[in-house]
């Protein structure tokens, strides 16, 4: 059965690194990836940009193509943006049978442990641990036991049940994060090459960056 990818974040802003890494999961799972930005994100500061302005700019960005879709039930949803909310209402969605695909980077995956109920995301869906090239980050012990007999190789395997698996996927490294982007823009720079043409096109999608100074790397 044809895989759904979920790719989370607070997109503050939705920049082409992101979109690459989730373009290249897509085409290498065959899968539907929706795009998930968060509402109040419950590891990181709140975003600079509402969440109106934040799915504004996911609409521009994805326009055009069918293979990333946005899905906006955390902005919907009051209360923290915990992943184990969100994987639990698509699997409710898509019912039982539904391989779902939870697209995270390597350092996120590495600080799993401290998410929301953690080890029952494994319950709900695949994990796809997104890397570059000679990057190895640690994992705490109690990770590192829990995905030691999930671990496969094989694309395949995340089609035969519907979650339990943990796949590694190298993606390029294009070495962009938002947090360079929104200090370019309070600069009074212009992100060319660096965010989809679409924000760039309508000057109010990135205007809340341009007076303000964000923090963290998304």
């Known amino acids: 059965m044809r895989p759904l990818a979920i790719f989370g974040g607070t997109f503050d802003p939705i920049h082409v690194g992101h979109l690459r890494a989730a373009w290249e999961a897509s085409e290498a799972l065959d899968a539907e990836v929706r795009m998930v930005p968060a509402k109040i994100p419950p590891h990181r ?3 600079v940009a509402s969440a109106e302005q934040r799915a504004a700019m996911l609409r521009a960005a994805l326009a055009g193509q069918d293979r990333l879709r946005l899905d906006l039930r955390e902005l919907d949803r009051a209360g923290p943006s915990y992943t184990f909310d969100t994987l639990a209402s698509l699997r409710a969605e898509f019912g039982e049978q539904r391989p779902l695909v939870l697209l995270i980077g390597a350092d996120a995956f590495a600080g799993l442990c401290d998410w929301h109920r953690w080890r029952d995301l ?3 869906a695949h994990m796809c641990v997104l890397t570059r090239p000679a990057q190895i980050p640690a994992m705490p ?4 036991a829990e995905v030691a007999s999930r671990k496969t190789n094989e694309v395949a395997a995340l089609r035969v049940q519907p979650a339990g698996k943990v796949l590694d996927m190298v993606v390029s490294a294009l070495g962009i994060s938002a947090t360079r982007i929104r200090a370019l ?9 660096l965010v989809p043409d679409a924000l760039l096109a309508d000057s109010a999608l990135l205007q809340p960056y341009r007076m ?3 923090s963290g790397k998304t």
Not at 141 to 144: G, I, M, P
């Open 45 to 47: 500061p709140q975003p």
């Open 122 to 124: 494994f319950g709900l």
């Open 141 to 144: 012990e109690a990770l590192a």
């Open 185 to 193: 823009l309070a600069a009074g720079r212009e992100p060319r090459w």
């Open 212 to 214: 303000n100074r964000g």
